[in-house]
C-alpha cells in the first residue's frame, strides 16, 4: 500500500504556532510543576528548530548537537548551516535567520556561560541541544507536543507534521 503523508502546517497556522508558543511557555511557569515548564520551554525550542531547518523530527533531530552547527559564508552573507545524519543520509542544512534568536535564548535557559551562538559554535560544545538545564533529555516531546497543538488550536483528528513544514522567507 501507498503511504499517505501527513499534513503540514500552512503559513498562517506556522506564523500562529510562533507567536502563541512564549505566551504559553509563560503561563506555564506561573503554575504546575517546573519539570511541567520545563518540558514547554524545551518543547517550544525544537518546534522553532524543526520549523527553522527543515530537520526531521525523531532521530534526525534528538540527537543533534551543538557541535553540529558552523557558519557558512556565501555571497557575502553569513548563515547557520547544521550537519544532521539520518533517514536521506548525511547532510547540510542552512537555517533561517530566525534561529539564532531561539538557539541562543535556549542557551541561556540551559545555563551556558556564553554571550552569543558565535561563542557557542566557537567552542565546539560537544553537548545535545534538546536538554532541560541538568543536562537530561526526556524520552520524547510528543504529548507536551499535542498538548501545545490543542491549546493552540490547532489539533486536528489527522496528525500535522513539521518535517515538511519549513518556514518560508517573508
Known sequence: PICEARPSFSQQEIEHLIAFMPAWVARAKLGRTQRFYAMKMLCWHYVEFLLYTGIRAGTESKHIRWRNLQWHYADGRRYLRL??????????????????????????????????????????VDRRIFVMPAGDQPYELSGV?????????????????????????S
Open 83 to 124: 550537519w544532521v545524519s539520518g533517514k536521506t543520509g548525511p547532510r547540510y542544512l542552512i537555517a533561517r535567520d530566525a534561529l539564532v534568536a531561539s538557539l541562543e535564548r535556549l542557551m541561556a535557559w540551559q545555563g551556558y556561560g556564553y554571550a552569543s551562538l558565535a561563542e557557542m559554535i566557537a567552542a565546539g
Open 145 to 169: 507536543f499535542e498538548r501545545l497543538m490543542r491549546d493552540s488550536d490547532l489539533l486536528r483528528s489527522e496528525e500535522h507534521t513539521l518535517n515538511s513544514s519549513h518556514v518560508s522567507e
